[in-house]
């Protein structure tokens, strides 16, 4: 089972910046598309950003102009840069990729979260 690793959540104060990335690791798989969502207390898990196997990004609207989604395929690795960050970002962020075992059927992999808090 392929296992991702998200760092670089934290506490910021509004304006300021972060960036989360999240590590894929494992044996005998390559990844399609990555990603990025967000859940708060009692709210449903909504998506932050994607970014295709070749590099093409979708924002949420709420993001769009704040945040850069990237990847670096050859480290497994994706990225989201988050800058002019807003009180109503902090949440829990989660990692997201698609995989394709060999010899397997693709499934979703998901991180264990990193806290974003972003103070007035």
């Known amino acids: 089972q392929v296992q991702l690793v998200e760092s670089g959540g934290g506490l910021v104060q509004a304006g300021g910046s972060l960036r989360l990335s999240c590590a894929a690791s494992g044996r005998a798989f390559s990844i399609r598309a990555m990603g990025w969502y967000r859940q708060g207390p009692g709210k449903q898990r909504e998506l932050v950003a994607t970014?295709?196997?070749?590099?093409?990004?979708d924002y949420a609207d709420s993001v769009k102009g704040r945040f850069t989604i990237s990847r670096d395929n050859a480290k497994n690795t994706v990225y989201l840069q988050m800058d002019s960050l807003k009180p109503e970002d902090t949440t829990v962020y989660f990692c997201?990729?698609?995989?394709?075992?060999?010899?397997?059927?693709?499934?979703?992999?998901w991180g264990q979260g990193t806290q974003v808090t972003v103070s007035s």
């Open positions: 970014i295709s196997t070749g590099g093409r990004p």
């Open positions: 997201n990729a698609q995989i394709d075992p060999v010899g397997g059927l693709l499934y979703d992999s």
